[in-house]
């Protein structure tokens, strides 16, 4: 089964159990990310059933790799199949685990992160990928509409820390948030 087709299946699936996808609407941006900024490796807090793991694996280069966290094995086992169904399996690594916990453990460096899972936690999560970040790479958050309330500390860092250029793209019923690192 081709990734498109996968993507679809998911996005019918998403609307029917109420799955907290990130969804084609500010999966373009998403998209336009990776594209844009040339981004090879990507950190991704917050896998669910692997959609948003899928859209940017199928659209890296060769040789890039998404490193995908979830805490829920049963979610993670679903992300398994789907990427695997996808023909992405190649380019995702599947983390088990709290992200608190896990994001020290990943191995190398990347040129992007996604925060999409606890939303009170991204400064956290973004505090310990940060080492692991190069310069220029880029921070895309999701729900920062949804959610602002409960990521006002998030929201201040990446944008008035002087750490990052930080744009709010707002999508009408959500927001995402995406900071390039300057320093
Ligand atoms: C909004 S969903 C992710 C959606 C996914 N990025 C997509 O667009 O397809 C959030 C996910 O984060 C997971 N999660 C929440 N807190 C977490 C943590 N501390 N570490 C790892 N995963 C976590 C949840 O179990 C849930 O599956």
Known sequence: MDADAVLKEIEELAETRFLPII????????????????VCRVLEVG???????????????DGGKVSTIEVNPGSLATAEAN????????KVTLYAGNAI???PKIPGRFDMAL????????????????????????????NV?????????????VRNSNRYRSRFIDVGYDGVEISVKIA
Not at 145 to 157: P, W
């Open 145 to 157: 509409k949804v959610f602002a309330s409960e990521m006002t500390d998030y929201l201040e860092y």
């Open 47 to 61: 896998t669910l059933i692997g959609y948003s793991a899928i859209l940017i694996a199928k659209n890296l280069p």
């Open 83 to 90: 990427i695997r169904k996808a023909g992405l399996a190649e």
């Open 23 to 38: 969804g084609p609407v500010k999966g373009e941006y998403l998209v336009d990310t990776v594209t844009r900024f040339r």
């Open 101 to 103: 916990e896990v994001i």
């Open 115 to 142: 925060l999409d899972a606890t939303k009170r936690e991204y400064l956290d999560y973004l505090r310990l990928a940060e080492p692991k970040l190069k310069k220029g790479g880029v921070v895309f958050a999701d």
